[in-house]
């Protein structure tokens, strides 16, 4: 079969072929075909996606970062192993003539039947070496060679052939419970001190899972968080105690690190007083030997209802 569905003359089109197992079952799910020289609109390069079904219908494309229009992406295409912990197949692409001829590396996210047309991850061999040359010319990602059952990518530039370690995929879990669990609409505080209102206890539990099983140990996690309520009015209903905000340690193999706070209810709440949590990553202590960096899979702000 003839495939002729590059929508630009001198794209180069077909310059790279890549074959995607994106669930792994051992079938070729998706065609990736490399037009480096495509043009359009301040990007140089494109990827085009393809069912092997259906070769002549483009099903979504790849590009690259905006403003280097001679970077030559699409060069090298390689599909690695799952490198997010969602269980399926992603996708790296080169651009070796990005950033003067220092060249990078993208990487985007497999999906249900497709690759995610937004790249999570931009490598630049200037962050690695600022003398490399031509970043991204080819690609591998099929294997673990460093044995910690991660994916390892390895890059070729100009005279040197470079290994990309993968991250450790953590998600971090936030549960909050309260007691008692409800607050009585009746309850308005007038029964207690107007200084105590309604006393209501708050704890707060961080967990750490990692979604793809490694070996490189327990991973400690240091996570700062802060702690508001009513945060869209303008007379608060209720106020928190003195454990406002602080950090709290997490390790990958303890079941949980939990906090607990006091919330006094002022006024009468007849709708759920939303208390409001904000929490980030400060740093990851690794054990000896392994310096990966963590990729984490969680918003940092969660509401949740203290109660109506």
Same mark, same amino acid.
């Given at each position: 079969m003839t495939l002729r569905c590059s929508p630009q003359i001198g794209s180069y089109f077909g310059a790279e072929l890549c074959s995607v197992d994106l669930n792994s079952d051992g079938r070729t799910d998706l065609l990736l075909i490399g037009a480096p020289l495509y043009l359009n609109q301040n990007q140089g390069g494109i990827v085009h996606i393809h069912q092997p079904t259906q070769?002549?219908?483009?099903?979504?494309?790849?590009?690259?970062?905006?403003?280097?229009?001679?970077?030559?992406?699409?060069?090298?295409?390689?599909?690695?192993?799952d490198v997010n912990g969602d269980g399926l197949t992603d996708v790296a692409v080169g651009a070796p003539l990005e950033n003067g001829g220092r060249g990078?590396?993208?990487?985007?996210?497999?999906?249900?039947?497709?690759?995610s047309p937004t790249y999570t991850q931009r490598v630049e061999g200037s962050s690695i070496d600022g003398k490399l040359r031509y970043f991204g010319r080819s690609i591998d990602g099929s294997l673990d060679l460093t044995g910690d059952n991660l994916t390892d990518i390895s890059v070729g530039?100009?005279?040197? &052939?470079? @290994?990309? !370690?993968?991250?450790?995929?953590?998600? *971090?879990?936030?549960?909050?419970?309260?007691?008692?669990?409800?607050?009585?609409?009746?309850d308005d505080g007038c029964s207690a001190p107007a200084a105590q209102g309604t006393p209501v206890t708050a704890n707060v539990c961080f967990t750490i899972?990692?979604?793809i099983p490694d070996t490189l140990g327990n991973l400690?996690?240091?996570?700062?968080?802060?702690?508001? &309520?009513? @945060?869209? !009015?303008?007379?608060?209903?209720?106020? *928190?105690?003195?454990?406002?905000?602080g950090t709290q340690s997490v390790d990958t193999g303890r079941k949980e690190a939990c906090v607990k706070t006091q919330i006094n209810v002022k006024v009468q709440a007849r709708s759920p007083v939303a208390r409001w949590l904000e929490h980030q990553r400060t740093w990851v202590r690794f054990p000896?030997?392994?310096?990966?960096?963590?990729?984490?899979?969680?918003?940092?702000?969660?509401?949740?209802?203290?109660?109506?």
């Open positions: 070769l002549k219908t483009e099903i979504g494309h790849l590009t690259g970062e905006k403003g280097h229009e001679f970077g030559r992406f699409g060069s090298s295409i390689a599909g690695i192993r990078c590396v993208y990487i985007f996210h497999g999906r249900d039947s497709n690759i530039a100009l005279d040197h &052939l470079f @290994i990309l !370690r993968s991250r450790p995929v953590l998600q *971090l879990k936030v549960t909050v419970t309260f007691t008692p669990d409800n607050i009585s609409p009746l899972i990692k979604d400690n996690v240091k996570i700062s968080y802060q702690l508001a &309520l009513d @945060i869209a !009015r303008k007379i608060q209903r209720a106020e *928190l105690g003195s454990q406002r905000s000896a030997g392994a310096k990966p960096l963590p990729s984490f899979r969680t918003p940092h702000a969660s509401v949740y209802p203290a109660g109506q």
